[in-house]
């Protein structure tokens, strides 16, 4: 009997004929051998964090949870290799250990590293890449089962494609990351009238290390956080105040708003502004993979598009008029971050500095509609799709957006000619193999 798989949020599934998880390199190497023998398609997963099929396959899958070490570790130069299914969480405990830390990162660390990288996971800070950009080598199993060893001096183009390379280029068996000294992060959460944050967005984004904020729709409320790097000494916080903040709080006192929301759609604008007044200014100083990462329990799906910085404000207020013009019942906050410009090849961040504004719905909501409005809004603005979240874009539209995407696609012919990296999702948004854009 075939295994069921479903994603985090439970509405991605799939039956794959053979699932393996290899536990290191030479056994990683002999599956992508036997599956490209069979002639079929292989795909790999992590936590299953990702909001779209990109995983999913009724062909070969592997899981990389037994390759999850830290294989060494320089302090002088902060090169670290880890094996790719160690999860974000875990990758931040071991690194300080060692006296490391990355560099930035996301607010959910529930991710596999390769899953993160490979779909471009970014954090927030506008003099900060997204994750893939932190990739000083890779290591990467082709379709023929050969190791490609991938970094500046070998191939600098390979890597420019591989640091996002959505899992159609090879399997990674390791990454080689640039980390710094370990460090502390000093965050402050303040509430702030959403025109003062919009209006003065620039000196916000400009004068922290890290500014985010979040906005409920029917609300004129920013919940912001601005984050610097900090000389203080980490001052964890009482262990009863973080379980009402993150567990009570952000987490079970949201399910329940949702979950009413969900059964009585009219409630879902005063709900949302009663949990805007709810918020209180709080701050954390502590070591930063402790600060970077929130607890999420509650399930949801998300689209998230990256636009050019400038266009954030104006993005935000339409997709704001949007859900209240249509009456949409959407009771989880927008969330805004900001990243500085990489080259990857397939970044969603390639070549400007940008604004990322995601969107969420509550599981078991009806999503389409709200999303379909966000994609259309976010098209004015030459926008790119997060590529773990969910989106209705295809090869045809996205081609335009990637001024590298043939280069992308010629690396992506060299190492898999015959496609067996491929699945449905690989199809609609990167189009045939072997097929010149």
């Excluded at 799709?385 to 335009?400: C, D, F, I, N, V």
């Excluded at 992506?412 to 199809?427: A, C, S, T, V």
Aim: hydrophobic fraction near 40%.
């Amino acid at each position: 009997m075939r295994t069921l798989w479903r994603n985090w949020a439970g509405d991605q599934r799939c039956a794959p004929a053979i699932l393996e998880e290899p536990a290191g390199e030479p056994e990683l190497i002999e599956c992508v051998r036997r599956a490209s023998e069979a002639g079929g398609s292989l795909r790999v997963v992590g936590s299953g964090h990702s909001f779209t099929d990109i995983a999913c396959t009724d062909g070969h899958m592997l899981r990389l949870r037994r390759m999850s070490r830290v294989l060494d570790a320089d302090p002088a130069t902060g090169l670290v290799q880890v094996q790719p299914g160690i999860t974000l969480h875990e990758l931040g405990k071991e690194l300080a250990v060692r006296g490391l830390a990355l560099e930035n990162q996301g607010d959910i660390d529930a991710q596999t590293l390769a899953g993160a990288v490979s779909t471009a996971t970014h954090g927030t800070g506008a003099s900060f890449r997204n994750l893939s950009a932190q990739v000083a080598a890779l290591r990467l199993v082709a379709a023929d089962g050969s190791i490609v060893d991938v970094s500046e001096d070998s191939d600098r183009e390979l890597l420019r494609a591989a640091r996002v390379g959505l899992g159609a280029l090879g399997v990674i068996a390791s990454i080689t990351l640039r980390c710094l000294p370990i460090f502390t992060l000093h965050r402050v959460d303040r509430p702030r009238p959403l025109d003062e944050t919009l209006a003065g967005l620039d000196a916000l984004v400009e004068g922290n290390d890290h500014f985010e904020f979040f906005v409920f729709p029917y609300s004129r409320t920013a919940i912001t956080r601005a984050t610097e790097r900090s000389d203080r000494s980490p001052e964890p916080e009482n262990p009863r105040r973080r379980y009402i903040e993150e567990t009570v709080l952000e987490n079970r006192l949201l399910e329940l708003c949702c979950r009413v929301g969900r059964r009585v759609p009219a409630l879902v604008p005063p709900i949302n502004r009663g949990i805007s007044r709810l918020v209180r200014e709080s701050e954390l100083i502590e070591r930063s993979h402790r600060v970077y990462a929130t607890r999420r329990d509650v399930r949801f799906t998300e689209m998230e598009y990256a636009i050019p910085r400038a266009a954030g404000p104006a993005a935000v207020e339409r997709v704001l008029e949007m859900v209240e013009r249509r009456r949409l019942p959407v009771g989880f906050p927008l969330e805004v971050r900001f990243v500085a410009a990489d080259d990857s090849h397939l970044s969603p961040s390639h070549g400007r500095d940008t604004c990322y504004v995601a969107v969420h719905m509550f599981r078991g909501m009806e999503f389409e509609s709200y999303f379909r409005g966000v994609e259309a809004i976010m098209r004015d603005y030459g926008g790119r799709p997060h590529w773990g979240k969910r989106h209705y874009q295809s090869a045809a539209g996205l081609t335009e957006l990637y001024p590298e995407w043939e280069r992308f696609q010629s690396v992506r012919r060299r190492l898999d000619p015959r496609g067996l990296f491929r699945n449905d999702y690989i199809d609609r948004v990167l189009g045939p193999i072997g097929a010149a854009a």
